[in-house]
Structures are given as C-alpha cells and as structure tokens.
C-alpha cells in the first residue's frame, strides 16, 4: 500500500499563490495516475490537474493557466502550484493515486481564499 500526505493549504487573499505537496510513501515512478482532486462545501469532489498514464498532465478547465502540476522523483513527492487564486478555488485539496491497482486518497488539506 502507498501512504499520500498533503501539505501547504492554508488562508490567502484573491489573486495570492499556494504551492500544495504530496508526500508518498512509495517511488511514485511506480505509481500511476496521481493527481489532485477538490472538494468545496456542498459540492462533488472534482478534478483539478493529474497526470496520464503517459506522463502528460491534465488539468480542469476552471484552473488551466492558474495551476501547474509536477513531480520530484528524486522527493517521491507531487505538487501544486496555484496561482492567481479565486474565492472559488477554496475547498479541501486532495492527492490520489494509483497504486499496484489500488486507488489511495490522501487526508486532504484545507484552501481558502478569502479576504
């Protein structure tokens, strides 16, 4: 199993940067599909950028230009930068992989944007 610890959320005003980090416990050149995932109060928990299968990222259209996804192999660690932050944008952040076929979530981390 793979253990995804995820750090950096916290409080920022509108238009302020965050850089959100997901620890794995496992190489995560072994994992597949990570990614970051939110959810707001009330609402579905969404996608919010992940990488293929083929090593391309993905991101929602809500956050592309905003937030560039990236991994440190050498860490085992996956990250979030978010740029240009929107009250929209605040919610619980969460990492998610794939591993030996398994899906794991992290504990999540709280965003709020606000002034």
């Known amino acids: 199993q793979v253990q995804l610890v995820e750090s950096g959320g916290g409080l920022v005003q509108p238009g302020g940067s965050l850089r959100l980090s997901c620890a794995a416990s496992?190489?995560?050149?072994?994992?597949?599909?990570m990614g970051w995932y939110r959810q707001a109060p009330g609402k579905q928990r969404e996608l919010v950028a992940s990488?293929?299968?083929?090593?391309?990222?993905n991101y929602a259209d809500s956050v592309k230009g905003r937030f560039t996804i990236s991994r440190d192999s050498a860490k085992n660690t996956m990250y979030l930068q978010m740029n240009s932050l929107k009250p929209e944008d605040t919610a619980v952040y969460y990492c998610?992989?794939?591993?030996?076929?398994?899906?794991?979530w992290g504990q999540g981390t709280q965003v709020t944007v606000a002034s």
């Open positions: 990488f293929t299968s083929g090593g391309s990222t």
């Open positions: 496992a190489s995560i050149d072994s994992i597949n599909a």
């Open positions: 998610r992989a794939v591993y030996v076929s398994r899906l794991y």
